[in-house]
């Protein structure tokens, strides 16, 4: 058998997992969606942990209700996507985002997507991460073969399981061969994640072990964001997440907190990604 061909089987299991914001997704900046709009989140199979950030699926019916539109400060992750419905009923890779992620959703629809790690699409595609960075690329432009049936397949069925399966096995069939360069910039976007003293190139380089502009082509090639921007993209969406908690640490405080100059760096910098001060993003809350 050809390593490429699509063994399907019927359903996988499939484990939830809790948001990773304050009861939604971290980075979205949004107004919160109401019962019409749902979303779930699910662990990938062990088999592709290390490519794959989670699978992800939407249903949203607005025929009574007015459009509501999403504004995401999203990871620096690509995505699959295979909707049902509407004038997006298609399949797409969705590039990293390095702008304010936004999409109106009215009437009714469904959506399945594959958040990749954010370093690991060329884990699939064999090009460079930043070819696809703020693009949104048909999927049967990059994976010639077979895109139409998957599709189908997966658009057909209210499964989540059975639509997974379907998307697991294609992952199966185009997975590339082993690539060390994407281990290491999935690990240096996760140490960006969790490492709160991370904040400037020169000290995610030291980390690494690499010089700065080797640096910047890794995170060209495997992530599609410069270090630069993902350290700043994190800033922004754990400052987005403590006010949607409420806490209660002055503007001055959380500024200090992620390691900028002063509030009024903050404030610009948070603005001119959700357009929006953080105060009126608080009251808009």
Known sequence: MNKRDIVMTDRIPLRTTPPTGHGRARGLVSRPSGEQIRSVSYAPSAAFEPFVAAYWGGIWDLRDASPH???????PCAHFVFERGGPHHDARLVGVWTR??????????????VKLRAGALRAFVAASASDFTNRIVPLADVFPRGIRTLHKKVTSTDDDAEAFAAIE?????????????????????????????IMTVDTLA????LAPRALQRLFRDYVGGSPKW?????????????????????????AALLGYADQAHLARDFRNAVGKSPSAFRKML
Not at 185 to 195: G, H
Request: hydrophobic share 40%; glycine share 8%; aromatic share 4%.
């Open 69 to 75: 539109v999403t504004e995401l400060l999203g990871d």
């Open 100 to 113: 304010l992620w936004k999409r109106k959703l009215e009437g009714v629809g469904r959506v399945w997507g």
């Open 169 to 197: 096995a294609w992952l199966s069939s185009v997975r590339r061969p082993s690539d060390p360069q994407i281990k290491m910039a999935v690990s240096l976007v996760d140490r960006i994640a969790r490492d709160p003293a």
């Open 206 to 209: 030291s980390v690494s072990g």
């Open 230 to 254: 993902a350290i700043r993209r994190n800033r922004l969406q754990e400052a987005a997440l403590r006010i949607e908690r409420g806490e209660r640490e002055s503007l001055a405080d959380l």
